[in-house]
């Protein structure tokens, strides 16, 4: 029973601190922007939600003030995204420096959030309240909610020609000022929605240790941090954004769990900074550790191709089925993508239906370019040119037979 209870507890903090994660994943993967805003942030979130929950919630009403406290910590967070963001763009402080400026007017402010108190006990319940269920199940059922609903979101945002633009800034920012995106917009948008659930995760753990301190943030970006580069290295996702957010829910889980079996085991809880540590830089070294054992694999191969026929004969029969998958599943794509295609060319479709479509051709096509590579677009023209002079045929057709 201890081991479950420790399980339970572990996926609850990790589901909490992955709205963190998330946040932190905006900045540090996809903008490229070292903000330490983070700390701040989630101190500031917790401090508001627990002083407005004390203050106006009761028995009756606690299922709605715990969604006002959301909101109104939602725009706090994106506030003090923004201030950074003003600094970083507008006044051309670095990035770290900016972080680091804003962390400081923070730490002043959640004090005065907490009428000079450094500590806040949230009295009244917790976002889980609305379900009848023990503490620790109610918050598994509502962080995996939670969870599910951001990544979602998420996924639908950065998918939309705003949040397309955000990528772009995060990946090559010259680029894409070139191609007209104010990339100083884009940095403070993502800065805003960055924070904004870094503040939302501080609201969400203060309700569920029934406290929130000024110094609650202190190590927040070593957390989330951990938790993208835990799920990035146990879960590759280069070609899946959706997949990407999923793996940073389940490094934030799965760091919390190795938290809550190193106190089980006995350990102080300040030995979880050094195996925190010893995680992330073996998270980092793994490419290079991967990179070695298949380099000493081929060496190894080309021996055994020289020196034992038989293994030779085996080797490359073994290339020449790999080849073979390989150029299967790449016409199995074309086949796929033309398909989508000549659907989308039917007239009969909805508009709902046709920009389903077209969102799952835009996916298809990623995925083939990201794995034939820059060449694949010769491809696509030849299946574009086929497809809309099918499609004009088969429109002549139908126009024939009516008449």
């Given at each position: 029973m201890v081991f479950v209870n420790t399980l339970v507890s572990g996926v609850d903090q990790g589901l909490l601190y992955a709205v963190l994660a998330l946040g932190v994943y905006?900045?540090?993967?996809?903008?490229?922007?070292?903000?330490?805003?983070?700390?701040?942030?989630?101190?500031?979130?917790?401090?508001?939600?627990a002083v407005f929950i004390t203050k106006y919630g009761t028995a009756d009403n606690m299922n709605g003030i715990t969604i006002v406290a959301a909101f109104i910590v939602i725009f706090a967070g994106a506030a003090a995204g923004l201030v950074t963001g003003i600094l970083n763009t507008k006044f051309k402080i670095p990035p770290i420096l900016s972080g680091i400026l804003t962390l400081t007017m923070l730490t002043t402010i959640n004090i005065l959030i907490g009428s000079g108190r450094a500590s806040v006990p949230v009295v009244g319940?917790?976002?889980?309240?609305?379900?009848?269920?023990?503490?620790?199940?109610?918050?598994?059922?509502?962080?995996?909610?939670?969870?599910?609903?951001?990544?979602?979101?998420?996924?639908?945002?950065?998918?939309?020609?705003?949040?397309?633009?955000?990528?772009?800034?995060?990946?090559?920012?010259?680029?894409?000022?070139?191609?007209?995106?104010?990339?100083?917009?884009?940095?403070?948008?993502?800065?805003?929605?960055?924070?904004?659930?870094?503040?939302?995760?501080?609201?969400?753990?203060?309700?569920?240790?029934?406290?929130?301190?000024?110094?609650?943030?202190?190590?927040?970006?070593?957390?989330?941090?951990?938790?993208?580069?835990?799920?990035?290295?146990?879960?590759?996702?280069?070609?899946?954004?959706?997949?990407?957010?999923?793996?940073?829910?389940?490094?934030?889980?799965?760091?919390?769990?190795?938290?809550?079996?190193?106190?089980?085991?006995?350990?102080?809880?300040?030995?979880?900074?050094?195996?925190?540590?010893?995680?992330?830089?073996?998270?980092?070294?793994?490419?290079?550790?991967?990179?070695?054992?298949?380099?000493?694999?081929?060496?190894?191969?080309?021996?055994?191709?020289?020196?034992?026929?038989?293994?030779?004969?085996?080797?490359?029969r073994r290339d020449e089925n790999a080849a073979k998958r390989k150029e299967e599943k790449k016409q199995k794509a074309i086949a796929d993508i033309k398909a989508l295609q000549l659907q989308i060319h039917d007239s009969s479709l909805t508009p709902f239906k046709r920009a389903a479509l077209e969102r799952k051709l835009a996916r298809k096509k990623e995925q083939f370019e990201l794995k034939e590579g820059v060449k694949a677009l010769a491809v696509f023209d030849v299946i574009d040119r086929e497809t809309t002079e099918q499609a004009d045929g088969m429109g002549a057709q139908g126009g024939e037979g009516n008449a």
């Open positions: 905006i900045t540090y993967r996809l903008l490229d922007f070292a903000d330490l805003t983070c700390e701040g942030s989630f101190s500031m979130g917790a401090m508001l939600s319940g917790n976002f889980a309240s609305w379900l009848n269920l023990p503490t620790m199940y109610a918050v598994l059922v509502s962080g995996l909610l939670i969870g599910g609903i951001l990544i979602a979101v998420l996924y639908w945002f950065f998918g939309t020609e705003l949040g397309a633009s955000i990528r772009a800034t995060g990946a090559n920012e010259k680029m894409a000022r070139a191609q007209g995106i104010n990339t100083s917009a884009k940095k403070i948008i993502a800065l805003m929605i960055s924070n904004a659930l870094i503040a939302l995760s501080g609201a969400l753990y203060s309700q569920y240790m029934g406290t929130a301190t000024v110094t609650l943030g202190t190590g927040a970006i070593v957390i989330g941090l951990a938790a993208v580069i835990i799920g990035e290295t146990l879960i590759p996702s280069k070609r899946s954004f959706a997949v990407s957010l999923l793996s940073v829910i389940i490094g934030s889980i799965i760091y919390y769990i190795i938290y809550q079996f190193v106190i089980l085991a006995g350990l102080p809880s300040d030995y979880i900074k050094l195996i925190t540590a010893i995680i992330i830089v073996f998270a980092l070294c793994l490419p290079m550790i991967k990179t070695f054992f298949i380099k000493a694999g081929k060496k190894a191969d080309t021996y055994l191709r020289g020196k034992y026929p038989k293994y030779n004969a085996y080797a490359i």
